[in-house]
């Protein structure tokens, strides 16, 4: 059994973003560490046929209503940005070019845009947004920025993107617990106990 459990997410998926605050302290209730694993959502909806919910017929009023229902069961702040959804691209990039080496600041850069995002409802794909966050952290800006213009972190993310596909990830979030799939924020507490039990 793995130590670690996979946490597959978007940045620009609101329900990823509410399973982000508490993805690593329900691992960490049982002994294992979370492996962050962004990627591409959109890559996947023409696989499934699927798009954004909340611009989905009936389902996006639905969507809406829901999602700050779940953000207060959590208390947490959610704010929806202008102009969702959007490829967080860069996003995505600067998690990778950080993660192999500091993988510590790969993750709290990471938490850091996800609240700049949905508890601020800031414009995720602003890579000033994301140098000035990295800065907080004591993270390079100036070398984060240069990173992202490179075709090797270009082709690192396609290649997580088609790996996360490739291993059946069609949704944000989406975590494995050793080879068991859990799909969505509501299932979370399934993942909780299935850690607990070892299954069922």
């Not at 793995?2 to 690593?24: E, T």
């Not at 202008?82 to 850069?109: N, T």
């Amino acid at each position: 059994m793995s130590n670690s459990i996979d946490f597959y997410f978007d940045f620009y998926s609101p329900y990823g973003y509410l399973a982000s605050l508490r993805i690593d302290e329900i691992a960490a209730r049982h002994g294992r560490r979370v492996n962050w694993k962004p990627f591409m959502l959109g890559a996947t909806f023409s696989i499934t046929g699927h798009q954004p919910l909340t611009q989905t017929p009936m389902m996006g009023e639905y969507t809406l209503l829901d999602l700050e229902r779940s953000a207060r069961l959590q208390s947490a702040n959610i704010r929806m940005p202008q102009d969702f959804p959007k490829a967080a691209l860069s996003c995505c990039r600067a998690f990778y070019l950080l993660v192999d080496d500091q993988p510590e600041q790969a993750v709290a850069l990471a938490k850091a845009i996800y609240a700049a995002i949905f508890g601020e409802g800031r414009d995720g794909t602003d890579i000033n947004l994301i140098a000035k966050l990295a800065a907080n952290l004591e993270i390079d800006a100036d070398a984060l920025l240069e990173g992202l213009q490179t075709q090797s972190i270009k082709d690192r993310l396609k290649a997580e993107t088609q790996a996360a596909i490739d291993r059946g990830v069609f949704g944000s979030p989406f975590i494995f617990v050793d080879d068991e799939p859990f799909w969505g924020n509501d299932r979370l507490e399934q993942v909780d106990r299935w850690l607990d039990s070892g299954g069922w």
